[in-house]
């Protein structure tokens, strides 16, 4: 029986973002079978992504990281190993898999043998099906032949699979078709929305019931006990908490995910201060830290309302992403506003900071799988990098260039992440772009980023098949749209916000 992997399998096996497989797909290089592909299609595109079993042993840590695409993050992050249950479990279901196969194999051996039995008698007994016979068993032999070369390149992506079916279960989402894969003990939720994804879910503690699914298929473990009690009917339907629940083998489930901005409730919460940190002169960064069980639920690119003390507000884009679990980012300039001076002199580690939102449209186009340009002037870096991490956890970009202009004296403030995501990701690029010397008081005039622009050009022929995101200053925004106008993107592929 052919060998059916979903996007997500295929990327991981072969090393590349998902973006790339579904582009494949799109272009009619692999076929899917309702969205699945067959493991021989994709060997037949990546004949070389196999590893040398003698091999195997030595390379096992840098393949589980690359598989699992923890390549950004395999400086802070440890590979988290399912329990010795969890392993038992999928054992199991691969060994039954494998006796499955071995039978399977055992009645085609039989047969063939049988076939092979059948010939003989039968050209022993009439010369005329002795020619007959013969012509067979050339095309048999011919036909086996070919049959070898192709298992030998398989056998090595099915290895893959395995291993990682045993080190990671894979979550399928329907109706919206989210994949991602649970490591460790995990919850679903947990490792769902630590790829990014907008699951629905209130208070991650078995409460609330926010997090319901429905399981299709697939077994699951409960973690933790909840108070949240399920109707007899939801029982009998296999609904279950994704809070509360991790997954032992690759499950499909029904749940909801916010579609788009409008599907995420506006939330007010009590976050407290973790970090406030000058980086350089013109900018300071500010991390925040909500409550485990009160999490902020927002898209990438979006922004909030923070209240300090004394009633002083600022309303600032979001630096981190949805997937960075109870923290979030704000870059501040540091400036004379009421809200710089106090953050700058007279904000403690620990203080209490409202939180209210979130709001704004400068999200991803989770639909498309086009390659992405993201455009940042000075602190439009802050909600360009929440989507730049959304984007790379969720690997649906096949390829992403970040171009920063500054025209601050100083390197952009968080240059080091930007030169660290261009070493570490195959399908990343950055460019800074110093302007300083040619900004008069860091005012970006037209003239100036224009010459960016054209820059920008040289290095995309295909400028018409991107989308691109910029975070630029507002007089900016008009001029900008028109040069992209002029290079034939459509308004969809254009999305703008201030700087
Ligand atoms: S998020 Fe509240 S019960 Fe799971």
């Known amino acids: 029986m052919a060998r059916l992997l979903s996007a997500s399998r295929a990327a991981s096996i072969v090393g590349v973002p998902r973006g790339i497989i579904q582009k494949h797909i799109q272009n009619g290089e692999l076929t899917s079978f309702e969205g699945k592909i067959k493991l021989s299609q994709l060997v037949k595109l990546y004949p070389d992504s196999g590893i040398e079993k003698d091999e195997m042993f030595e390379k096992i ?28 479990s999928r054992l199991g279901n691969l060994s039954k898999e494998l006796a499955e196969t071995k039978t399977a194999l055992y009645h085609k051996e039989q047969l063939l043998s049988k076939l092979h039995n ?8 009439n010369n005329n099906s002795a020619a007959v016979y013969n012509s067979l068993t050339e095309w048999l032999n011919n ?11 398989i056998e090595p992506l099915i290895q893959k699979d395995d291993f990682l079916r045993i080190i990671a279960a894979q979550v399928h989402i329907t109706p919206s078709g989210l994949e991602y894969f649970v490591e460790g003990k995990n919850s679903i939720l947990e490792a769902g929305l630590t790829t990014g994804s907008a699951l629905n879910y209130g208070c991650s503690n078995g409460n609330c019931g ?24 939801e029982k009998n339907q296999n609904y279950f908490l994704m809070c509360s629940n991790t997954a032992v083998t690759d499950v499909e489930i029904e749940a909801d995910v916010a579609g788009s901005e409008d599907d995420i409730p506006q939330q007010s919460l009590s976050t407290k201060v973790k970090k406030f940190e000058a980086i350089n002169k013109y900018v300071s960064v500010l991390t925040l830290k909500t409550q485990r069980t009160k999490r902020l639920r927002f898209l990438a690119g979006q922004e909030v309302k923070l209240t300090l003390k004394d009633n002083i507000v600022a309303t600032l884009p979001i630096a981190s992403c949805p997937c960075d679990e109870s923290f979030i980012q704000f870059h501040i300039k540091n400036n004379s506003t009421p809200f710089s001076l106090y953050l700058n002199n007279e904000l403690k580690t620990g203080d209490t900071v409202k939180v209210n939102g979130p709001e704004g449209h400068f999200v991803l186009d989770k639909n498309s799988t086009k390659p992405v340009i993201f455009i940042a002037v000075d602190t439009g870096f802050a909600p360009i990098k929440s989507l730049i991490e959304n984007a790379l956890s969720l690997e649906a970009a096949e390829y992403i260039h970040f171009y920063w202009i500054n025209t601050q004296a100083e390197k952009p403030y968080l240059h080091n992440i930007c030169r660290a995501w ?10 800074a772009i110093n302007v300083a ?46 040069f992209f106008m002029a290079q034939g993107l459509d308004a969809e592929q254009v999305h703008f916000t201030h700087s």
């Open 422 to 431: 261009n070493d570490a990701l195959d399908n990343f690029n950055y460019t």
């Open 143 to 153: 036909t086996e032949k070919n049959i070898t070369t192709n298992t030998l390149q």
């Open 437 to 482: 010397h040619l900004c008069h008081n860091e005012i970006l005039n037209k003239d100036v980023f224009s010459a960016c622009l054209s820059n920008l050009i040289k290095d995309h022929i295909d400028l018409a098949n991107v989308d691109i995101y910029s975070a630029i200053p507002e007089s900016l925004t008009e001029f900008a749209n028109t």
């Open 210 to 233: 926010k997090c319901k699914a429905k399981l299709i298929s697939g077994k699951i473990e409960k973690i933790k006990q909840h108070e949240y009690a399920f109707t007899e009917a």
């Open 118 to 125: 059948h010939l003989t008698e039968e050209s022993k007994k």
């Open 61 to 88: 840590e840098e393949f589980i990281a690359s598989a699992l695409k923890r390549a950004r993050y395999a400086k802070f992050q440890k590979l988290v190993t399912p329990d010795t249950a969890t392993l038992a």
